[in-house]
Structures are given as structure tokens and as C-alpha cells.
């Protein structure tokens, strides 16, 4: 019996099977398994979790992103069906020990459903969470910045 070769990705049990396929074989089988409509994330090594759901005609979705001034360090564009969230976080500098606090960038688009009105977008920030909320409808093309209310 012939052993060949099994590349597998670090940390994981199971083969790279991704590997062995040419490219656009690859890609059918990423896209075919393809995350769930509605989140697309950027790769970032900073993940931001979030929730959507709709509610009373409106697309909400809710974002962790604690210990932010979403005047400064926050920042929702909506722009050809995509809601985009960036967010910085500035590394407080104590020396009290160990922290597996994230900071830096964090950024997530989010393909938004179909009928979102891109002119009916309203974003607040209180308590560590970003709600955006979006009206469902037809909606004008063209990019747009959302302003980020503070409800604290």
C-alpha cells in the first residue's frame, strides 16, 4: 500500500482539499460553501460578531464593538448593496499584566437583502453595540455615509 502525501491546514484533522483542485474548480466549491446571506466578512484577524434579523419593514443588525467613541473611531458606509462597518480601537498602554483584548482594525460588509434602501439608513451606539437599521423598498443607487448617533 502506497502512503501519498495529505496537506491539511494548520491546527485542523481534516485535508485541504482546496489544494488539490485546480483553480476554478477551487472557487466553485468556496462559493458553493459560501457563509450564510447577509455576511460576507472581509478577512481581518479582528472578527466583529453581529446579529440581523427584520423588523417591523426594516433590516436591523446589531454589532459588538465595545470601548469605542463612535464619533472618532467608528465609521458605516452603504454603498451598492453592501453595508460596510469599520472600526478602530487604540491599545490603552498598562502595564497591569495580560489582556486578549482585540485592538486595532476591525472591519465587515454585509450584502444587504434584497429590497434594502440604501436612502433609509440609521445607525446608533450605545452600551458596546452598533444597531443599524435599514428600510426595506426600492432604493436610488449611489454610495452614501451613514452618521452613527450616540444613545449612552
Known amino acids: 500500500?502506497?502512503?501519498?502525501?495529505?496537506?491539511?491546514?494548520?491546527?485542523?484533522?481534516?485535508?485541504?482539499?482546496?489544494?488539490?483542485?485546480?483553480g476554478d474548480m477551487n472557487d466553485v466549491f468556496t462559493t458553493a460553501f459560501a457563509p450564510p446571506r447577509g455576511f460576507v466578512p472581509f478577512v481581518t484577524p479582528h472578527q466583529l460578531r453581529m446579529e440581523d434579523?427584520?423588523?417591523d419593514g426594516h433590516y436591523v443588525l446589531r454589532v459588538e464593538i465595545p470601548d469605542i467613541d463612535p464619533a472618532r473611531d467608528l465609521e458605516v458606509t452603504v454603498q451598492r448593496g453592501h453595508l460596510t462597518i469599520t472600526a478602530e480601537r487604540s491599545v490603552r498602554r498598562e502595564d497591569r499584566g495580560?489582556?486578549?483584548?482585540g485592538y486595532g482594525s476591525f472591519a465587515r460588509t454585509v450584502?444587504?437583502?434584497?429590497?434594502?434602501?440604501?436612502?433609509?439608513?440609521?445607525?446608533?451606539?450605545?452600551?458596546?453595540?452598533?444597531?443599524?437599521?435599514?428600510?426595506?423598498g426600492?432604493?436610488?443607487?449611489g454610495a452614501r455615509r451613514v452618521d452613527v448617533e450616540r444613545v449612552d
Open 98 to 101: 495580560y489582556s486578549e483584548f
Open 53 to 55: 434579523f427584520i423588523e
Open 1 to 22: 500500500m502506497t502512503m501519498l502525501p495529505v496537506h491539511r491546514l494548520p491546527g485542523s484533522l481534516f485535508p485541504d482539499l482546496g489544494a488539490a483542485l485546480p
Open 111 to 136: 450584502a444587504l437583502p434584497e429590497g434594502a434602501r440604501e436612502d433609509e439608513v440609521s445607525a446608533t451606539y450605545g452600551r458596546g453595540i452598533l444597531t443599524v437599521r435599514v428600510g426595506l
Open 138 to 141: 426600492e432604493s436610488p443607487a
